[in-house]
């Protein structure tokens, strides 16, 4: 398994590097529901700072009434910002005796928009601590918001996540993957190995879906076997799974066996193609054909087909 550093020098260049992974293993597409997410995420964020910015600035919450007000609220313009995902649009408040209101945050976010919308998304995917995130928001937002403000964003993100990481899971899936992303965590002033362990499953109208993932310690039985209790749980019991795929790990086919015993496992086709790369003797000369010809059985459309191009493979 790769190791992916995700310090903040490199973070945007190995972000790119997962979402190829995710691409390969068919998890992100151009209108992938990741995607979908992570740019509501980011106009949610903007929008809930906005608001808080506002509130703070005139000395009230909305229909509060308070002594220590400046002015009220007069209606919303909209207010259109281009982020890494697409075009965003957040609604600001007017108001009504003229206070000039600054909105740090959006300037903020102006200046350094993929580099926020890059930890915006590793929050997701890690599901970091609240003191990781505050640092994080910290570093983009400065002095120039209190941390009242920041802490109730953070607070915004991490019920997004509880209710993600809690809602019911249906029983429609015919195929599970399973597989582990190495990371490079920072803790207590220093960078660990962790892995981000994460279920990807397709349902039986073929919709691909990330249905779970965690931030463990390791590929063993423990963590998996926690992660797909988890989702049993929470109701995908695997009536319909035919066949779950992971790579060669032995801690994760022993969960595998132990949570789901009548699917049928086989190795992930990704990590056979890596496995074929890798013992390529004359890799400069005939990789390139090779793995092109390889990945070909995988996208046949049909069993005939896929025959067709294994039987031609060996051939070659």
């Given at each position: 398994m790769r190791?992916?550093?995700?310090?903040?020098?490199?973070?945007?260049?190995q972000w790119q590097?997962?979402?190829?992974?995710?691409?390969?293993?068919?998890?992100?597409?151009?209108?992938?529901?990741f995607e979908?997410?992570?740019h509501?995420?980011?106009?949610?964020?903007?929008q809930?700072?906005?608001?808080?910015?506002?509130?703070e600035?005139i000395?009230?919450a909305?229909?509060?009434?308070?002594?220590s007000?400046?002015d009220?609220?007069k209606?919303?313009y909209?207010r259109?910002f281009?982020?890494?995902?697409?075009?965003?649009?957040?609604?600001?408040p007017?108001?009504?005796?003229g206070l000039?209101?600054?909105?740090?945050?959006?300037?903020?976010?102006?200046?350094?928009?993929?580099?926020?919308?890059?930890?915006?998304v590793?929050?997701m995917?890690?599901?970091?601590?609240?003191?990781?995130q505050r640092?994080?928001?910290?570093?983009?937002?400065?002095?120039?918001?209190?941390?009242?403000?920041a802490?109730?964003?953070?607070?915004?993100?991490e019920?997004?996540?509880a209710?993600?990481?809690?809602?019911?899971?249906?029983?429609?899936y015919?195929y599970?993957?399973?597989?582990?992303?190495?990371?490079?965590?920072?803790?207590?002033?220093?960078?660990r190995?962790m892995v981000?362990?994460?279920v990807?499953?397709?349902?039986?109208?073929?919709?691909?879906?990330?249905?779970?993932?965690?931030?463990?310690?390791g590929?063993?039985?423990?963590?998996?076997?926690?992660?797909?209790n988890?989702i049993?749980?929470?109701?995908l019991?695997?009536?319909h799974?035919?066949?779950?795929?992971?790579?060669?790990?032995?801690?994760?086919?022993?969960a595998i066996?132990?949570?789901?015993?009548?699917?049928?496992?086989?190795?992930?086709?990704?990590h056979k193609?890596?496995?074929?790369?890798s013992?390529i003797?004359?890799?400069?000369?005939?990789?390139?054909?090779?793995?092109?010809?390889?990945?070909?059985i995988?996208?046949?459309?049909?069993r005939?087909?896929?025959?067709?191009?294994f039987?031609?493979?060996?051939?070659k």
């Amino acid at each position: 398994m790769r190791s992916v550093n995700f310090s903040p020098e490199n973070l945007a260049v190995q972000w790119q590097y997962v979402k190829r992974n995710f691409r390969e293993l068919g998890v992100l597409a151009n209108d992938d529901d990741f995607e979908r997410k992570a740019h509501q995420a980011v106009e949610d964020l903007m929008q809930k700072g906005i608001y808080e910015e506002f509130a703070e600035q005139i000395g009230a919450a909305r229909y509060e009434h308070a002594p220590s007000r400046l002015d009220e609220r007069k209606g919303e313009y909209q207010r259109f910002f281009t982020t890494t995902f697409g075009t965003s649009k957040v609604m600001v408040p007017r108001t009504r005796e003229g206070l000039k209101i600054r909105y740090s945050l959006f300037d903020k976010y102006q200046r350094r928009q993929k580099k926020f919308d890059n930890m915006i998304v590793l929050s997701m995917i890690l599901g970091l601590s609240e003191r990781k995130q505050r640092k994080f928001f910290r570093s983009f937002i400065g002095d120039a918001v209190s941390h009242t403000t920041a802490s109730r964003l953070l607070k915004n993100l991490e019920v997004d996540l509880a209710e993600y990481r809690t809602r019911p899971v249906e029983d429609t899936y015919k195929y599970l993957l399973i597989d582990g992303l190495w990371v490079s965590v920072m803790s207590n002033g220093r960078l660990r190995k962790m892995v981000i362990m994460f279920v990807l499953g397709i349902t039986l109208d073929n919709k691909k879906e990330i249905i779970a993932f965690k931030l463990a310690k390791g590929e063993t039985e423990q963590e998996v076997s926690g992660l797909l209790n988890d989702i049993y749980r929470r109701g995908l019991e695997g009536k319909h799974v035919k066949v779950v795929a992971s790579d060669g790990a032995p801690g994760i086919r022993q969960a595998i066996a132990l949570v789901y015993p009548y699917a049928k496992w086989q190795l992930c086709h990704t990590h056979k193609l890596r496995n074929l790369s890798s013992n390529i003797q004359h890799k400069t000369k005939r990789r390139r054909q090779m793995m092109a010809q390889a990945s070909g059985i995988y996208r046949s459309g049909s069993r005939r087909q896929a025959i067709k191009h294994f039987n031609r493979f060996c051939d070659k």
